[in-house]
């Protein structure tokens, strides 16, 4: 998960500054690039030299180079990264990161971040407990950043208590789980619906309540950083929506409400509803301010549409829904009166009883109820709320979709049904036009071009997502973008979609002009561009026939690696043939040799046999997985160095644990014992079976 990724490491003066060396070499080791800023404290614990053997990049730490006079631009590395760590973290940089006191050239890098922010913090237990550095941690968890808390145990002082810097083993874990989790959505439309609504008396008064909006806003920013199409309907708040994958639809009133979110949730497949709907308006309004009298004033009251209930009824199968209960009393017995009225899957309980949650606050305390249980979370900020709910949602939504019927097929489709997004948010002061098209005429020539002669059903399209990130590009229409793609295949007798394909490319180069036509011809590959499209859509078709029938996709398959070996003319590293390269040439290269032809009987066992068959026979299916995966430990033991043995279980990794969870012990047992063979650095992963008592 973090290969390609460009990482800055901040160091403090800190003496767990010498863990900086080994987190250097495991993010190295991880496929990372890494650069080093120190603060000039920090030089005192480890040297610059070090730090820069490791990285293979110079260590910054002055804003200008002595000996040149050049200027190290913190600016463009908060545009470079894709995330930023400092650790450790010291107390003193802990408060000027949060009053922005830019005096040294890692607060000044922080500040001008683009990227998430992970802070590990370190000091002695009084520091770290002092309210001072209780608040400035605080603080800038509000503000977005991620703490990877410290921990316990003897400290520099020999005192022992909480103060240590978290290990580099469990920091590269977190920073591997939070990218991860950043594909965990991808292809998926979530309705969020946010604040409060507002009924109108006159033109000058209204009903409303205390909502902020500040819990659904976070919700829908955790959807949209996992990869999901967020539809957010927002009552009337002033709070921001920077993540571009948000579409903020306003609205005043809860009928304006009840619209919007009745004309987006057929086309979504989840709805979180936290908003705070008035349950009544009043039942005329007024079109002229009303006036002050000596008498009382009466105001009648009439329901508005219970929008939950409403989107309830209409709910069809696959799709999942979450609502929020606030309540005062009995919440536990209301909340799960609500569940079952509304025909929610969960529902997320918070009480004004507890201090601090509810209303007007930055923090929240909750507990997600569904009808075979509950889970209690202790009081967080509600950020950090927001994440526990959306790990609700994929969870519930991946063993939801595991037991479904699908709904009947439509007409017949194309291949692909791709969603492509260009991300240009690392790029600042260009034509943001010519991004909007290159979107735009990526989406069509994947979805409207013919790729094979079949015919496919609507239900059986393959839903894609290419995910570009702009890294670079330059006024003569060349690109420098990574991509993320993503591959669901139907399964039959289901409308639950598999995984089929996932890969992160880290560098595509290419040339583009606004309006160019993208014409691919499979003995010409002058277009860098469409020969990677190419090779992916070729790739995914055929894996997509092998799990129809055993080896059914060669021709597709062939056509991948034609265009594989073909394009290294081209010069792009990712296409280059050679030992140990994890590239588009070894993807395929792997899938096709003659040894890995189990891998290929693999797709068929795994998805038509063994998946598609669960839903009627769940003990055959997961045999049926269970030979699969035995023929990925036959072809993992003749060709340990093979790429796509690896990728299939990254990729696969959630899906096969919770088709594990209902196992025999001894099933539990050979499995694990197999997949931690196959891909060790997932036993964490692979553990989750055996403690899964389900």
């Not at 050679?578 to 066992?605: H, T």
Request: proline fraction near 4%; glycine fraction near 8%; charged fraction near 25%.
């Amino acid at each position: 998960m973090l290969k390609g990724k460009k990482i800055v490491l901040g160091v403090t003066g800190s003496i767990a500054a010498y863990k900086a060396a080994l987190l250097v070499r495991l993010l190295v080791k991880e496929g990372a690039e890494v650069q080093v800023v120190m603060t000039p404290a920090a030089k005192e614990f480890i040297t610059p030299l070090t730090l820069s053997t490791l990285s293979g990049r110079p260590v910054l730490s002055e804003f200008f180079n002595s000996d040149s006079g050049a200027w190290n631009s913190h600016v463009e590395l908060g545009l470079w990264a894709d995330a930023m760590i400092v650790a450790p973290a010291t107390a003193s940089t802990l408060g000027k990161m949060a009053a922005g006191i830019a005096d040294n050239m890692l607060v000044t890098t922080y500040l001008s971040m683009k990227a998430p922010v992970f802070i590990a913090p370190a000091m002695d237990l009084d520091m770290y407990a002092h309210p001072s550095t209780v608040c400035n941690i605080d603080t800038l968890k509000g503000y977005g950043n991620r703490v990877i808390e410290a921990t316990a145990g003897e400290l520099a002082s020999h005192l022992s208590g909480k103060g240590r810097m978290e290990e580099p083993e469990n920091i590269v874990k977190v920073l591997k789980d939070f990218f991860l989790a950043g594909s965990e959505l991808c292809g998926k439309r979530v309705l969020i619906t946010a604040g409060p609504t507002y009924e109108k008396i006159d033109p000058v008064r209204f009903i409303g309540n205390y909502s902020s909006g500040k819990m659904g806003f976070a919700i829908a920013e955790e959807c949209a950083r996992r990869g999901a199409d967020v539809k957010l309907v927002a009552g009337p708040v002033s709070l921001p929506t920077p993540h571009p994958a948000i579409e903020r639809i306003d609205v005043e009133s809860a009928r304006e409400m009840c619209d919007a979110a009745t004309s987006l949730f057929p086309s979504c497949d989840a709805a979180v509803l936290c908003a705070a709907v008035a349950d009544y308006r009043p039942s005329v309004q007024a079109t002229r301010k009303i006036k002050r009298t000596a008498d009382g004033m009466t105001i009648e009251l009439e329901a508005n549409p219970d929008i939950a209930a409403t989107l309830g009824k209409a709910k069809r199968e696959g799709q999942c829904m979450a609502g929020f209960a606030l309540e005062t009393n009995d919440g536990e017995e209301n909340a799960r009166q609500k569940l079952q009225k509304k025909n929610l899957d969960f529902i997320v309980l918070n009480s004004l009883e507890d201090k601090g949650a509810g209303f007007a606050c930055d923090t929240n305390k909750v507990t997600i109820i569904d009808k075979d249980g509950k889970s209690e979370y202790p009081l967080k900020s509600k950020k950090s709320v927001a994440k526990d709910v959306v790990d609700y949602l994929v969870k519930y939504m991946l063993l939801m979709m595991l037991f479904l019927v699908p709904a009947t097929a439509s007409a017949d489709g194309e291949e692909m049904n791709a969603r492509v997004v260009l991300n240009a948010s690392k790029i600042q002061g260009t034509n943001t036009e010519v991004f909007t098209l290159l979107q735009d005429a990526l989406g069509e020539f994947v979805n409207n071009r013919k790729w094979t002669g079949n015919t496919y059903e609507e239900n059986e399209r393959i839903a894609c997502t290419f995910n570009f990130v702009v890294n670079s590009y330059k006024d003569d229409g060349s690109f420098d973008c990574s991509l993320m793609v993503q591959a669901m295949r139907p399964v039959y007798g289901s409308s639950y979609n598999s995984i089929l394909f996932k890969y992160e490319d880290p560098s595509i180069k290419f040339s583009y002009q606004p309006y160019d036509r993208l014409e691919f011809v499979e003995d010409n590959l002058d277009n860098n561009l469409t020969a990677v499209i190419a090779f992916y859509v070729y790739t995914i078709i055929g894996m997509d026939l092998d799990s129809m029938g055993e080896l059914g996709g060669s021709e597709f398959l062939n056509k991948a690696l034609t265009i594989a070996n073909n394009a290294q003319n081209l010069g792009d590293a990712g296409w280059r043939a050679g030992s140990g390269n994890n590239n588009r040439f070894s993807i395929i290269d792997d899938y096709m040799n003659g040894a890995m032809e189990p891998v290929r009987k693999l797709m068929y066992m795994y998805h038509r046999q063994g998946l598609d068959t669960m839903f009627g026979n769940a003990d055959g299916g997961r045999k049926a997985i269970t030979e699969g995966i035995m023929l990925l430990k036959k072809a993992y033991e003749d060709r340990p160095m093979a790429y796509f043995t690896k990728l299939f279980t990254e990729y696969k990794v959630d899906e096969i644990v919770n088709v594990y969870s209902k196992c025999t012990p001894e099933e539990k047992k050979e499995v694990v014992k197999i997949l931690t063979e196959i891909n060790p650095s997932l036993s964490s992963e692979w553990d989750k079976i055996t403690k899964n008592n389900n």
